[in-house]
């Protein structure tokens, strides 16, 4: 498998290339094309499973196809457990973003630190929001970023965020989602909390189990 074969755009294709990725990893196989298609997918997967680039990728092609609304908008919402994911995953989503013909926005929002740089960097809202739940409301509650133009969430690490508590802050940020939009879900294991969760988010998923072997990493 390849990755051109997988329906990626040239310029993610030109952005892999210089990660020197040379084939897609068995989530990326997995689910690259479901959700190009606009479908929902739960995974399992670990860490160093090439997850990231998994939901980043297709999620940038979909984002890249319409412009972001004027307001304080996201359009796509990745809640993650902890500021060290979060930024991770947003410098993946910058870099594999960066030759895309019109730039995406994306931003990244954890708890600990002042709010006001987060408040003022959310002006005019941003295509891709990486978040910790409860700084995520926090922005809410301050009218600094509304979710009603979501077109699709990401939990990623999610039996973290239910480890960690977040049960009820995810609950609050779900109610606020638009019920039409895509779902994805990806997990190391799925006590039954999370199997609940996933059945109250997702809309006919596609289930992704892929062995826990870790992926070439590439610095
Ligand atoms: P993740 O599981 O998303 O934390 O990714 C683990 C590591 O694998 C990161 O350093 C990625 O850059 C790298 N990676 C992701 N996809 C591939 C791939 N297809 N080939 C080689 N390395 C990859």
Redesign the pocket.
Known sequence: MTFPALGLSVPLLRA?AE???????PI?IGAIPVILRGGDVVAS??????????FALPILQLLARSVRPPGRFARAVILVPTRELAA?IGE?FRRYSRYLPQPLKTLVVYGGVSINPQMMALGGGADILVATPGRLLDLIDHNAVSLSQVSTLVLDEADRLLDLGFSAELGRILALLPAQRQSLLFSATFPPALETLATALLRNPIRIEVPAE??????
């Open positions: 892999i990660r020197d990725y040379t084939e897609p990893t990326q997967a670990q860490t160093g499973s090439g997850k990231t680039a998994a991770q993946s870790p992926a070439k990493t590439v610095t």
